[in-house]
């Protein structure tokens, strides 16, 4: 099951509701009226955008066509990544970084409610308030406490690494969660875990032109959908192998291999940071794009 940011935190959000609605039914209702709300808004407000039309030509085939236009946004993404720029190494390695990340998200994601129901016996009330109580918080800390860290004191990488830090060490409590009071203190050790996510894309995005943000974010959705495939074929299949000797063992090797990341987003925005001085200055205020500075790419 392929699983987004956005399908988790409905997931959560309709988990919560439930705790109210004493039912499906109500809830569902509510998560219909909301999006009705949000296509009308877009109909309303959202202006669109003036483009030509590619037409066809008449001789050509539907398939051929979308084939050739694949091939194009193929090509695109490929110049993307290995046009020469300053920390174009920096680049792909970031992204290879936060694709680790976003394959040990989802896969955790696929498991953690039957991992909770196994160790804890949590149902279905219990899993909608731990997941309401930990993304209410994750969301409230990237909204307040991330700007206000942005602005005074870090860098988008440094905020990054410190979303890692603590997610690794929310991920070993996890593995050897025993009672619903640990399981619930879990909650406040994942306010940082949004850092991760929110750091990573500004950190990327610093290193390429302005004119490019649309093909990097696109290359991050590709790459996101991809980990999510993959993800889900590894550990819904692994994880139930673990029920019979220690069921949080995915949750050990998934910090394990946070280390990976931490690593590659710490020494990257030190590296830029070093040879971009002015970027720590100000933070927010100061020049966070590494596109105009002539040098050679690592």
Partial sequence: MVR???DSNRVCISSA????????????LIILGLQILALIYLLLLAKETEFEPVRPDEHTSLISTTGKQLVTVIREFYRV?????????ILALNLLAFGVEMLIFSGLSDIQYSYLRYKLKFGDKKYGWFSGLSYGITTAAVLFLYPLLRMKWMSDGMLATVGLF???ISLFMFAFVQNEIMAYSIAVVVMFNRFVSTGFRAFISSLIDMQEQGKIFSVISLLEGITTLIATSIYNNLYPKTLSFFPGLLYLISAALLLIPLFIVSTSDF????????????????????????????
């Fill in 4 to 6: 987004s940011f956005d």
């Fill in 17 to 28: 509701l439930q705790q109210v609605a004493c039912g499906y039914a109500v809830t569902f």
């Fill in 81 to 89: 990544l290995t046009k020469p720029r300053p920390f174009r190494l």
């Fill in 166 to 168: 603590f997610k690794m």
């Fill in 271 to 298: 590296m830029v940071r070093k040879r971009r001085p002015e970027v720590s200055e100000g933070i927010l205020n100061s020049r966070n794009d590494v596109i105009d500075e002539a040098s050679d790419s690592y």
